[in-house]
């Protein structure tokens, strides 16, 4: 059973840092395209970041680009997503995603293509 735990979300200021972070259990995120994605209240869903380990690739959204950095710890079996510089538009509940296959191609930002959700943490930035 594959499952995807959240955690380290928070409250921070404008320009602060949080660094959320995925456990991992039932699959090894080393062999799956992996990825964060972030829903506002009233908004779509919408993929910030993603990762082929086997490839190592990573795969960002225009608007975190030079401020957010996903890596993965594969003794952790866990993937984190580095956020600086934060903003008060980067409020959102931050969801961990997993894909049945290793790439994540140019389809990464698809919610459709992921197989596995965790249950999401919070993030909120106060101006």
């Known amino acids: 059973q594959v499952q995807l735990v959240e955690s380290g979300g928070g409250s921070v200021q404008a320009l602060g840092s949080l660094r959320p972070s995925c456990a991992a259990s039932?699959?090894?995120?080393?062999?799956?395209?992996m990825g964060w994605f972030r829903q506002a209240p009233g908004k779509e869903r919408e993929g910030v970041a993603a990762i082929e380990a086997l490839r190592g690739s990573t795969y960002y959204a225009d608007s975190v680009k030079g401020r957010f950095t996903i890596s993965q710890d594969n003794a952790k079996n866990t993937v984190y997503l580095q956020m600086n510089s934060l903003k008060p538009e980067d409020s959102a509940m931050y969801y961990c995603?997993?894909?049945?296959?290793?790439?994540?191609?140019?389809?990464?930002?698809?919610?459709?293509?992921?197989?596995?959700w965790g249950q999401g943490t919070q993030v909120t930035v106060s101006s």
């Open positions: 995603a997993a894909r049945a296959n290793a790439w994540c191609v140019n389809m990464w930002s698809r919610e459709s293509v992921y197989d596995y």
């Open positions: 039932g699959l090894t995120a080393s062999s799956h395209c």
